[in-house]
C-alpha cells in the first residue's frame, strides 16, 4: 500500500539554525499536510498544500509540493526552542477516499 | 479558535472491560475521523464518518470498534471488549472539506 518515508529520522540543531526535512512515497499524492505534535499532544496542522509545484509559507515554516508528486519538503528558519516536536507529513490515499496516512515523523531537537 | 475537543484526556480500563471515547468536532465540519498512536509510532488512521455513515475504515478497525453520532455534536469511538494492545493515544479529528485541519489533543487509553 502507499506508504509515507520521512527523513531525517530525528536531528539536533543549534538555535537559530535553518531546518530540512522532507517526505517521499513511491506512489502518487494530490495533497500533502504537514502537522507538529508537542509531547501528549495531538498533530496541529502546520501546512496544507494542494498542487504540484506550490510553495506556501507560514511564518518561519515554507512547504513545498513537489513537481512529480511524490515528495515534500518542510524548511524551518532561524528555528527556535519551541520548534521541538515531531513533525509528520499526511496525505489522503488514491481514489478519493477519506482515509489519510501519515509519515514515519521528524524528531526535531533544537539545542539553545 | 474553534477546536476539536476529546473527554477524557486519559482512561485507564482493565481488559476485557467495554470503554467509549468522545469528541465534539468543530461545529461546521463534515467529515469526522479516529487515528490512534501508539506510544512512540506513527498517526494510524482507523476510521472516517460522513453523511452519518462510515466512509472507510482500517484494517484495525475490525468488530471491536463502532462509532457513533448520537447527536448534532457528539462523535464517539466504542471499543467493545479491550485488549491490551489497544492501549494507545486516540485522536478525533474534523474537517469541512475532505482536507484534514483539526486534530483534538487525544485519549490516552491504557488497558490493564
Not at chain 2, 494510524?44 to 484494517?59: G, Q, R, T
Not at chain 2, 493515544?89 to 482536507?99: G, K, L, P, T, V
Request: charged content about 20%; glycine content about 8%; proline content about 4%.
Amino acid at each position: 500500500g502507499q506508504q509515507l518515508n520521512q527523513s531525517p529520522q530525528s536531528m539536533f540543531i543549534q538555535e537559530g539554525e535553518d531546518v530540512s526535512m522532507n517526505c517521499t512515497s513511491s506512489s502518487i499524492f494530490n495533497t500533502w499536510l504537514w502537522y507538529k505534535q508537542d509531547p501528549g499532544e495531538g498533530p496541529v496542522l502546520l501546512i496544507a498544500l494542494y498542487k504540484a509545484g506550490e510553495l506556501t509559507s507560514n511564518g518561519r515554516l515554507t512547504a513545498q509540493f513537489g513537481i512529480t508528486r511524490k515528495d515534500s519538503f518542510l524548511n524551518i528558519s532561524a528555528s527556535i526552542p519551541s520548534d521541538v516536536g515531531i513533525y509528520f507529513c499526511a496525505g489522503p490515499t488514491l481514489g478519493g477516499t477519506y482515509k489519510y496516512i501519515f509519515g514515519t515523523g521528524t524528531r526535531l531537537k533544537v539545542l539553545a | 479558535e474553534p477546536e476539536v475537543t476529546q473527554t477524557p484526556s486519559h482512561q485507564v480500563t482493565q481488559m476485557g472491560q467495554e470503554v467509549i471515547l468522545r469528541c465534539v468536532p468543530i461545529s461546521n465540519h463534515l467529515y469526522f475521523y479516529w487515528y490512534r498512536q501508539i506510544l512512540g509510532q506513527k498517526v494510524e488512521f482507523l476510521v472516517s464518518f460522513y453523511n452519518n455513515e462510515i466512509s472507510e475504515k482500517s484494517e484495525i478497525f475490525d468488530d471491536q470498534f463502532s462509532v457513533e453520532r448520537p447527536d448534532g455534536s457528539n462523535f464517539t469511538l466504542k471499543i467493545r471488549s479491550t485488549k491490551l494492545e489497544d492501549s494507545a493515544m486516540y485522536f478525533c479529528a474534523s474537517s469541512e472539506f475532505r482536507q484534514m485541519v483539526a486534530f483534538g489533543s487525544g485519549t490516552r487509553l491504557t488497558v490493564v
